[in-house]
């Protein structure tokens, strides 16, 4: 059973920054590779970041490259988003998962509300 649960999100102005949080269980977190994926209003789902299981590869929608960092805690069990000089284009519900269920299908948080807005 995998269960996440995302956090963090709120209302910012552009430029401004939020750090997400994602509290992971029921796997074993360290050798997992941890995705964060975005739906903005009316679109899809959006690829945003990957992170590899000791947290050492990351990757990066090119969009969010410079301004997003993604990493983790495994000693936590909780992956993170920091974003940096968010612009409106950001404002989305993001989700964590794990990778596997980004690419093949399973469980995935609730997600959190990002709205960035003047």
């Known amino acids: 059973e995998v269960q996440l649960v995302e956090s963090g999100g709120g209302l910012v102005q552009p430029g401004g920054s939020l750090r997400l949080s994602c509290a992971a269980s029921?796997?074993?977190?360290?050798?997992?590779?941890m995705t964060w994926v975005r739906q903005a209003p009316g679109k899809g789902l959006e690829w945003v970041s990957v992170?590899?299981?000791?947290?050492?590869?990351?990757n990066y929608l090119d969009s969010v490259k410079g301004r997003f960092t993604i990493s983790r805690d495994n000693a936590k069990n909780t992956l993170y988003l920091q974003m940096n000089s968010l612009k409106p284009e950001d404002t989305a519900v993001y989700y964590c998962?794990?990778?596997?269920?980004?690419?093949?299908?399973?469980?995935w948080g609730q997600g959190t509300q990002v709205t960035v807005s003047s």
């Open positions: 029921g796997f074993t977190f360290s050798n997992t590779a």
């Open positions: 998962a794990t990778n596997y269920a980004w690419t093949l299908g399973g469980a």
């Open positions: 992170i590899q299981g000791g947290g050492s590869v990351t």
